[in-house]
Structures are given as C-alpha cells and as structure tokens.
C-alpha cells in the first residue's frame, strides 16, 4: 500500500460456490473449482494491496438478507461488491433488489458499492471505487 493510503474494508458478497448454477453463468466452462480459484486469488490480491476483506457467501434467498445485514451491522465497509452470480440469472432478480436494500438500509452512507462481471474481475471492480 502506498504510504498515505489507508486499509479499506472490502465486503465481497457472493453465492456460495455450492449452490451456483454453472450452466447459467456468463462464463463458459466455470467450475466450483475455478470459481473458488478465483475467489481466493481476488481476496488474496486485495489483502496484499494492504486492504481487509471478507468474502460473504450467500444462498439463493433462504437465508441471503439476514446474513448480509447481520455482517453490515456488525462491522462497518467502504466497498461492498455484489456478484455476478447474484445478478445474472434472471430468477435472482429479487433476490438482487433484496440485498441492494438491505445494503442501502444498513451500509454507512458512505459505502461504495460495486459489481463485477466474472469472478476474475473482482478486483478492478473493487479498486474502481476505493
């Protein structure tokens, strides 16, 4: 981290690598092997860039909400990134718009919120807001 900067809390929320639909994501030929892969290797990079991250696996609605604002009320974030997995597919349109709300109702104003497009972009999205 260059001197002067300070270490940014990155909240990376994403479907769990158990739960997601392979065949309905934008990226041909992902697995859960490189999907976790790549999961690791965004939080690694951001964690040698100086920042603290905490990845945040969701489910497909069951439990999705209160697991997202029990981690927004208990520690503060400047970035939340929301994953593809979660906005994609079209049948997790209001599982989506439920956890926007939830971040708009419970994140400090001040957050930044971003998105990614494959999971081995996560870390230009991030960076673009912090």
Known sequence: MEQGQQEKRVLIVGLDPAVVDYGRMPVPGLTRESLTRALDAAEAELENMGHQVRMLYIDTGETAEAVVRQALERDRYDCIMIGAGVRVPSDHFL???????????????TVRICFNTRPDDSVAAVLRWL
């Open 95 to 109: 599982l989506f718009e439920r956890l926007i709300n939830v971040v708009h109702r419970h994140a400090a104003p």
